[in-house]
């Protein structure tokens, strides 16, 4: 599925309306450059699932849990360094876990996904208007 985005609140509502399909175990990995909308896709997904919390990165923490219609659990994999770091955060806990994941730079730890992982591509592409993205989406189910 390829869904076209002319700014941020697009990007937004097209998370939502796939976080409002979301069903417990899945895992999203999302990929795309910094300022691709990664975050915004995750603020409208969590809309979806019920979640009116404040939704921000956990570059820091490295995981965000939230309480909506299913737990969700968002990670940002940005400050991992080796993929072996990601067995501190318990991770398969939370991607076989009753909740939806989400991760922020899936690419860097793309070993780690589940064979059934829902990739979400985030490309910006200037010549369309600077808040242009194309959201490109691979449920591998």
């Known amino acids: 599925m390829i869904f076209e985005s002319f700014s941020q609140a697009d990007t937004e509502a097209f998370g939502r309306q796939i976080g ?24 409208g997904f969590a809309r979806g699932l019920g979640i009116t919390a404040d939704i921000t990165s956990p570059t820091f923490s490295i995981i965000n849990e ?42 860097m730890v793309e070993e780690l996904w589940p064979p059934d992982a829902v990739i979400v591509r985030i490309e910006r592409d200037s010549t369309n208007g600077e808040g242009f993205r194309r959201i490109i989406m691979e449920d591998r189910a």
Request: proline residues 2%; negative net charge; glycine residues 12%.
């Open 20 to 43: 409002l399909k979301a069903t417990a175990g899945r895992v999203y990995c999302l990929i795309g450059q910094l300022g691709a909308g990664k975050t915004a896709f995750a603020r």
């Open 66 to 107: 939230y309480t909506g219609q299913l737990p969700l659990y968002h990670f940002d994999v940005y400050r991992i360094k080796h993929v072996s770091e990601m067995e501190d955060t318990g991770y398969e806990e939370y991607f076989y876990g009753n909740g939806v994941t989400l991760v922020e730079w899936a690419d």
